[in-house]
């Protein structure tokens, strides 16, 4: 027996509960249906709706009537009843297998749950790692900056250092040219001097040959004079009884001559000496000129090289020096360029993260929410398979611990457009059909012993909504 068998009697409506305001008045949907009634105290009522294959439908009455009649037909809808129940019987095991299924699902939700529970306890360090390579980055930076201001100021001390170098290179080719100079002045006086020495020599060498000459020449006329004084034989008679003594003439002639050659020769002589020592000194002199000039020029010429070598040197460390400094430089960017990079990852990465969890925190959220339906769906079944046929539960809402209509409490209607269930200071949103999410939430004074749903709080129990509680 199905439950579509009576839907010519009673049409199968599903339960749902909506929130309504708290000042609305409730309204009272039908209590009857085509050959259904209710009557306070019974256990069952065919006005609680029908099992379909569709979910479980009907209607919860949740506040007791004004009054009430005994219905002259109650043992007919008995009967009805059992028959009722024993289709019902027939269902239980499709719920049963059902709910075995809910639960293997339920289990692999718990899994799936536990999997993602257990991904999200896993904290990024990505701001430790980004915080240290940004800490690495800041130290090369701020070591190549102290190295870059090391190589700047060895540079300009190079830089000075050759630019004295320099002014001492200049001032030594200027001694140079000027030792030069000299020299050349030395050198040409040194040659004239060899020509006045040269003069001197040949006009010596004259005067002696005349000196020579003339001595030959007065001897050759000394001779003459004598062998014409011998070869004539004059006599020579005076009255005043004087000699003409020509030996003495010539004598006295030849030894004025004599002491003239002698003189003029001793005087060439002392002059000739006298330049010669003098020219003789000046070479000597200009000789150690020459040498100390020629030791310095080679000195200057080997401080010269030395300095080239110093300057070379100077100019290599300086190229070496500026290719190192280009290097950092360029390290020194690229190493930014890498942090900068790194960041830019690091914080895609964070961001993806950031996106992945919160995607993981959505599905976490739905996983719960079916979960949560879930555990609702299986433990009304659970519910329904631990009360049997035995429906009295539902006898409990005309309870007369219920409030009245007139108090605030909710109306209950089967198969109206908008069902719906408030209370004083509580809200309770339920949507029931099979496999749909129902979510309950206690009223502020909770479900306490003579409270605003004391009723409703058995009702709820009794179908496991207390999961939610």
Known sequence: MSLGTDSSRTPALPLSFSSRSQGSQPSWGS????????QPGLRSSPSLGRLGPSGLSGSFLLSSLPSLEIDPALHQIRSDEKEQIKGLNDQFVSFID???????????LEMQLKLLRDKDQYKSNLGQIMARSSQNLKQQIETLSQDKSKLGAELKHMQTLLEELKGRYEDEINRRNQLENEFVLTKKDLDDLYLQKVDIESKLESITDEINYLKQLYDEEI????????????KVEMDNSRELEMKQIIDQVKAQYQAMAAKSREEAEQWYKHKFDDMATQARKHNDEMKSVKSEITELNRYAQRINADIEALKNQRANLESAIALAEEQGEQAVRRAKDTVQELEEALKGAKQDM?????????????????????????KLLEGGPDLGYLGSLANPCLPTPGHGWPRASIGGADPGLESRGALVEATWDAGKLLRWKRPAGGCSKGGPCAGVGRACSSLGLGLLS
């Open 31 to 38: 209590l009857y249906r085509a050959g259904s009634g209710f």
């Open 98 to 108: 059902k709910v075995r299924h809910l639960e293997q699902q339920n289990k692999v």
């Open 358 to 382: 919160a995607r993981k925190v959505r599905e976490y959220q739905e996983l719960m929410n079916i979960k949560l339906a879930l555990d609702m769906e299986i433990a009304t079944y659970r």
């Open 223 to 234: 001779l003459e004079l004598q062998s014409q004084i011998q070869n004539t034989q004059v």
